[in-house]
C-alpha cells in the first residue's frame, strides 16, 4: 500500500503551530483595539518603553490591527 | 471631495520614495470636532483639511502594502487612497461624537483612513481569490530527522490531534483559514459575513483550548494566568 505526501499547505509548519498556540490572554477585541490604538501609538510614539500588555499581545495575535498600528506609528514619527 | 490634482501624483506626497511625511501645519483648527459640525465656511475648511490628512494616512498605507496590488503606479495608489479616504471621512463623522481628546484629532483620524485603506487592498488581494473553508486536513509534518526536528515534529502531531477534539469545526475552520492558510481575518469576515472582531474571538478561543489540550497532554507547560474572558464581549 502506498502513502501519499501532503500537500506542502496541508502540513503544519512551525509558523503555523507557534501562531495556533499562541497565548492570547489578557483578551481584547480588534474593535476595542481599534478604539485604543491612537492613543496607544501616540503614547508609543512619545515613550517607546510604553507598555500596554493588552495592546502588546492582542497586536501580536492579529496581524492585520499589527500593520495598521506600524502604519500609524511611522506617520507620527513623520509628523513630530 | 478634496482638491487634490489626481494627475499630480506627488500631491498625494508620491514619488520613487514612497509618501511624503505627513506635516501637520498651522492652519489646522484648534477645535476640530466644532469646526467640522458647524455649518459654514469653515466646516468647509475643516472638511477639506481633513480630507487632506485622511488622504495622506490612506496612501501611506497603501504604499506599505504596494506589493499586494497588480498596479501600485502613482495614479493607482492616488485613486485608491481618495476612495479609502472617502469611506473613512464618512466613519469618521459618525463617530465624532465620541472624539474625547486623549489623542491629537490628526491620530484619531488617521486610523480611520488606515483601517479603510488596509482593509481595501486586502479584498483586492484577494478579489480573485476563493477562501476554501477547509476542516480535518491539516497533517503533521513527518519527523525522522534531528531530535529537535522530532520534538517539533511531535508537538505539531498532538496539536492537529487536538485540533481534531478540542475545537468546534466553526473555531477548526476559521483557525485554519487564518492561522494555517494565511486568509486576511477581514478578507474572511467579508466572505463568510462576519465581523473582523467576531473572527479574532473565534480563534482566540480556539487558542485557548488548544492551549489547554496540549498542557494537559504535557506538550506545553501553562506559564500563563488562567484566561479569562469577560462576559458580554463579543
Known amino acids: 500500500m502506498s502513502t501519499t505526501a501532503p500537500q506542502p499547505d496541508r502540513v503544519l509548519t512551525p509558523a503555523a503551530v507557534d501562531a495556533l498556540l499562541l497565548d492570547t490572554t489578557p483578551w481584547l477585541s480588534c474593535e476595542d483595539c481599534f478604539e485604543r490604538m491612537d492613543t496607544y501609538v501616540e503614547a508609543l510614539a512619545d515613550d517607546p518603553s510604553h507598555r500596554d500588555p493588552a495592546m502588546s499581545v492582542h497586536l501580536r495575535g492579529c496581524p492585520a490591527c499589527a500593520e495598521e498600528a506600524d502604519t500609524l506609528l511611522e506617520l507620527l514619527h513623520d509628523r513630530d | ?146 531530535d529537535h526536528a522530532a520534538e517539533a515534529g511531535e508537538l505539531a502531531a498532538a496539536l492537529t490531534e487536538a485540533m481534531r477534539t478540542a475545537l468546534t469545526p466553526h473555531q477548526r475552520r476559521v483557525a485554519i483559514a487564518l492561522l494555517v492558510d494565511g486568509v486576511p481575518i477581514d478578507v474572511l469576515a467579508d466572505r463568510l459575513g462576519s465581523t473582523r472582531g467576531a473572527l479574532y474571538k473565534t480563534v482566540h478561543d480556539a487558542r485557548v483550548r488548544l492551549r489547554a489540550a496540549l498542557v494537559a497532554t504535557g506538550h506545553l507547560t501553562d506559564t500563563s494566568p488562567t484566561p479569562t474572558t469577560p462576559a458580554g464581549t463579543p
Open chain 2, 1 to 146: 471631495m478634496g482638491t487634490l490634482n489626481r494627475d499630480d501624483p506627488t500631491s498625494l506626497g508620491l514619488s520613487g520614495e514612497g509618501p511624503r511625511p505627513v506635516r501637520i501645519g498651522h492652519d489646522e483648527p484648534e477645535d476640530w470636532v466644532a469646526a467640522l459640525s458647524e455649518p459654514g465656511a469653515a466646516q468647509d475648511a475643516a472638511m477639506r483639511r481633513l480630507h487632506a490628512l485622511m488622504v495622506r494616512a490612506a496612501a501611506h498605507q497603501i504604499w506599505r502594502m504596494r506589493a499586494a496590488l497588480a498596479d501600485a503606479s502613482p495614479h493607482a495608489v492616488d485613486d485608491l487612497a481618495n476612495q479609502a479616504a472617502d469611506e473613512a471621512m464618512t466613519a469618521l463623522l459618525g463617530k465624532l461624537h465620541t472624539f474625547e481628546g486623549r489623542s491629537r484629532f490628526s491620530t484619531w483620524a488617521f486610523k480611520f483612513a488606515i483601517l479603510q485603506a488596509a482593509t481595501e487592498v486586502r479584498r483586492i488581494q484577494w478579489q480573485h481569490r476563493e477562501v476554501e473553508l477547509r476542516d480535518l486536513e491539516v497533517e503533521a509534518p513527518a519527523h525522522d530527522g534531528p
